[in-house]
Structure formats: structure tokens, C-alpha cells
């Protein structure tokens, strides 16, 4: 079974780092794409970044030049390096994965998510 565990999460004062990492695991062909999303406290849910095997990359607006995408192919993980952090980044941010998984000689292609991690920034 593919799994998805998302860590890295915390809380952190305005203008911190924090890198949070997305490992997905299991019968892994490969992954096409691995997006972030992220959800703030009673609202609805926004991408933050996505990437794809080939290392393309788009964001969000409001987190270009602060957010970097990025993954090891090798460990089918992604990882979201985030710099000047602001409160308004604070959400549960969640990964999902485009995932080709090997079913014992037949391949198919799944879209799968992880349970999140929080992200609080606060002074």
C-alpha cells in the first residue's frame, strides 16, 4: 500500500524557517508529481507548490520567493523549504502525489494524500 507522511511541522515566530518533508512509500514505480497544499483555519484549501520528476516547478503568489519546492527522485520525497515565514501562512499543510505503483506486474496510477502537518506562526 502507497503511503504519504508529511513531517517538519511546527510552531515558529514571524520571519523563521522550517522545511517540511513529504515521503511517499510503498510498491513505487515512480511519482510523477508531488503538490503541496495547504489549509488555514476555517477556510478552504490553496495550493502552495507543486513539482514534477523533472523538477518543474509553479507556486502560489503569495509564497513566491519565500517557498522553495524541491525532491529527491532517489527517496520519493519532496521536500517545501519555507523562509520568512508570516501568521498568514499558518495552516495544516498536506501533501498528495501522483504515484505509479507497482501491483505485482501491473502498474496503475494513483493519486494519494497524507494526513498533514500543522504549521502555526505566531509571536
Known amino acids: 500500500q502507497v503511503q504519504l507522511v508529511e513531517s517538519g511541522g511546527g510552531l515558529v515566530q514571524p520571519g523563521d524557517s522550517l522545511t517540511l518533508s513529504c515521503a511517499a512509500s510503498?510498491?513505487?514505480?515512480?511519482?510523477?508529481?508531488l503538490t503541496w497544499y495547504r489549509q488555514p483555519p476555517g477556510k478552504e484549501r490553496e495550493l502552495v507548490a507543486r513539482?514534477?520528476?523533472?523538477?518543474?516547478?509553479n507556486y502560489e503568489d503569495s509564497v513566491k520567493g519565500r517557498f522553495t519546492i524541491s525532491r529527491d527522485n532517489a527517496k520519493n520525497t519532496a521536500y517545501l523549504q519555507m523562509n520568512s515565514l508570516k501568521p498568514e501562512d499558518t495552516a495544516l499543510y498536506f501533501c498528495?502525489?501522483?504515484?505509479?505503483?507497482?501491483?505485482?506486474?501491473?502498474?496503475?496510477?494513483?493519486?494519494?494524500r497524507g494526513q498533514g502537518t500543522q504549521v502555526t506562526v505566531s509571536s
Open positions: 498528495t502525489a501522483d504515484v505509479w505503483e507497482d501491483g505485482g506486474g501491473e502498474h496503475r496510477l494513483l493519486n494519494i
Open positions: 510503498g510498491s513505487i514505480v515512480n511519482v510523477p508529481a
Open positions: 513539482i514534477n520528476i523533472h523538477g518543474d516547478t
